[in-house]
């Protein structure tokens, strides 16, 4: 398995509190990262730094061997990124918005988009400002998939959500990883959700990463479950 | 047909290649009958393709499917005494950790036995009392 991302000595601060300290962590492509940490310790500040949306204060991010610069794009076109509350203008129809986001990225592909909005049930007349949190969520996949991301970054997308509205997104990621082998990074909370999907489970504790190894290794190491496994590691460490 | 529980700290391949395992040997899953697409059944079960295509290579290694390019997963020929033994390995196993136990409270082997034959005896009492509600 090749390489796909890489980060290195990456640190942020917001005012006094550190969030991130020294962060190194490699992903290799077509492999699912879950990234568990509590709420506050850095997960999104992650998310957005591999987004562009805020730059580190040190640190580099390397993507295919090459170093991203804060406030490039081109490489965001093989990223997508599902937000735990997704960003949209309230007041385009969803149609409007999948056009809009159809323009930047190269590889969108208008047929699956359509698809994708038929089995959520989303009617692509209907105004996003309109839509419950479920159905943004199912909108913010759609445009994040239409993209054919090679890095999907998923940031607390379900949490809030109902069981069956979770199980459904989760399958709709199965789905993808089992049509395209997507890279994943699915930072959560909700570590049940994880245990069905990890490969690969990174802890984010203190700004630092204090485990970063393959699940089914940890499991048989702890002979535990997730649940029981994160609450050990975060309260020991 | 297949079921998983993901909390369990079984690895979710063993579980499914348990499961698997268990539909040939009670005959609900007979040879040459097809499996589920590795596809099909993550997003049915909801767990990682990776996860189910490593339960198939294994069963596969194992001599209990075949997998044709193309045309998906068989139970393949002769993995009915395959999966019986299998099963019975694994209740074996089980067994043996319950003896193991049993031994750490300085019980014999007349004692274990009597306690065995005693938990079949309430289950079969329990399945013969459930045919009369």
Not at chain 1, 164 to 191: K, N, W
């Amino acid at each position: 398995m090749s390489e796909l991302l890489r980060i290195q000595g990456l640190s942020k601060s917001f005012g006094r509190k550190r969030v991130l300290e020294d962060l190194d962590l490699a992903v290799e492509s077509g492999r699912v990262y879950g990234l568990l940490g509590c709420n506050g310790e850095g997960k999104t500040t992650l998310a957005r730094i591999l987004m562009g949306i805020i730059p580190a204060d040190g640190g580099d991010v390397l993507y295919k061997g090459r170093r991203i610069a804060f406030g490039e794009s081109a490489y965001k076109r093989e990223f997508g990124y599902v937000p735990e509350d997704p960003f949209f203008y309230e007041d385009m129809t969803v149609r409007g918005l999948l056009d809009f986001n159809a323009r930047f990225y190269p590889r969108w592909d208008r047929k699956r988009a359509a698809a994708d909005l038929e089995r959520f049930a989303l009617d692509p007349k209907s105004r996003v400002g309109t839509l419950s949190r479920g159905m943004k969520l199912k909108l913010g996949l759609v445009v994040a998939l239409a993209a054919a991301p090679e890095f999907l970054i998923l940031d607390d997308p379900t949490s809030g959500l109902d069981v069956p509205t979770r199980q459904g997104f989760l399958r709709d990621i199965i789905r993808e990883l089992a049509a395209s082998g997507t890279t994943i990074l699915f930072a959560t909370h909700l570590v049940h959700e994880l245990e069905r999907i990890v490969e690969r489970l990174l802890v984010l504790h203190g700004g630092r990463l204090i485990l970063d190894e393959d699940f089914e290794k940890v499991k048989a190491q702890h002979q535990a479950s997730l649940e029981d496994i994160f609450v050990n590691l975060v309260t020991k460490a | 047909m297949i079921r998983v529980d993901a909390s369990s700290f079984i690895p979710i391949y063993e579980q499914i290649k348990k499961e698997i395992v268990r539909l040939v040997a009670t005959g609900q899953l007979k040879v040459h009958d097809p499996l589920p697409s590795i596809r099909d059944l993550a997003a049915e079960i909801i767990v990682n393709p990776n996860t189910v295509a490593r339960a198939y290579r294994e069963l596969e290694q194992d001599g209990l499917l075949s997998t044709q390019k193309g045309r998906g997963s068989f139970i393949a020929d002769g993995a009915a005494p395959e999966a019986s033994s299998k099963l019975k390995a694994y209740l074996g196993r089980i067994m043996d950790e319950a003896i193991a136990e049993a031994k750490t409270f300085d019980l014999g082997g007349d004692a274990i036995l009597g306690l065995f034959e005693d938990r079949l005896r309430r289950s079969a009492d329990r399945r013969r009392g459930g045919r009369h509600e």
